[in-house]
């Protein structure tokens, strides 16, 4: 026999004994204690209680409307609505966490009212975007506010007004007979990246 092939079924056989005849193959292997005890705990970063807030019309703040009382509204251009939520809980617990309190407004929906000639969806998508959307947190106008974390489990709180005003160039018939759904209308509470933190991937911003 040819001593290349005897050597090539030599080889084979020491294989199957390393593999142990069980389909399994195991190597050298070996572990050691790194010598730590430490335990590590994540933060939290989360609305606590928010309040009902009140409605206010043209700056009258003595005379808060109920969300009925809004919705009975026809609102023209130059009007001015502020919805004050006062008391708001932030719980924002990590050493090295920063986040950003803000406003959507994308959530809110143009709807069409078939009940006058000129609302339509044209216009109840042109109302949405006649609104001019800002707020003000604890006394400051800002797009955003900084929230920054703390090594305890504590709770902050914050007085924040949005102040939504119908564009008061608004022009023709623009807008006329539209109709928006503010049930999609909320605070954010969202986490940004500090200095030495990993990128943040694009499609967990979008």
Excluded: C
């Excluded at 707020?135 to 924040?160: C, F, K, L, P, R």
């Amino acid at each position: 026999m040819n001593k290349l092939f005897k050597g090539a079924i030599a080889g084979a056989a020491g294989v199957a004994l390393l593999l142990g005849g069980a389909g399994t193959f195991a190597l050298w292997n070996d572990a050691a204690d790194v010598g730590t005890d430490a335990v590590i705990d994540a933060g939290h970063l989360r609305f606590g209680n928010v309040p009902a807030g009140e409605w206010y019309v043209n700056g009258d703040d003595e005379n808060p409307l109920t969300d009925e009382q809004i919705s009975a509204m026809a609102v023209v251009p130059g009007e001015i609505l502020e919805y004050k939520v006062d008391g708001v809980e932030v719980v924002a617990h990590g050493d090295n966490l920063l986040a950003e309190l803000g406003v959507d407004w994308d959530g809110v929906t143009a709807v069409a009212n078939d009940g006058h000639e000129l609302t339509h969806a044209q216009a109840s998508a042109m109302l949405k975007d006649a609104f001019d959307v800002g707020y003000t947190v604890d006394g400051v106008a800002t797009d955003t506010i900084a929230v920054e974390g703390s090594t305890e489990m504590t709770t902050q709180t914050h007085d924040i007004v949005v102040r939504m005003t119908f564009d008061p160039t608004t022009e023709d018939q623009d807008a006329m007979g539209g109709r928006i759904d503010l049930d999609g209308f909320e605070l954010t509470l969202k986490q940004v990246p500090a200095a030495g933190h990993a990128e943040v991937p694009a499609e967990v911003t979008e």
